[in-house]
């Protein structure tokens, strides 16, 4: 699937914006590729469904 970087936090997570869906929570430990300090908004990425405790959420996430 793929998206785009909506909200990077200093905290290390950030959400993705996909088009007609809910925006997705990713975190630092799910970028593939690419360093968190490295990703800007607004950025193409790609990246794989997952689920969490909290559900759903981005993960093997990498720019495109």
Partial sequence: MEGEIK??????????KREGEED????SNDLVDVEFDDL????K???E???????PKAANVSRV
């Avoid at 990077?8 to 993705?16: Q, V």
């Avoid at 997705?24 to 975190?27: G, M, T």
């Avoid at 800007?40 to 950025?43: A, L």
């Fill in 7 to 16: 909200t990077l936090t200093e905290r290390g997570f950030g959400f993705i």
């Fill in 24 to 27: 997705l929570f990713f975190h």
């Fill in 40 to 43: 800007k908004v607004g950025d």
């Fill in 45 to 47: 990425v790609s990246f």
């Fill in 49 to 55: 469904m997952a689920s969490s405790n909290k559900g």
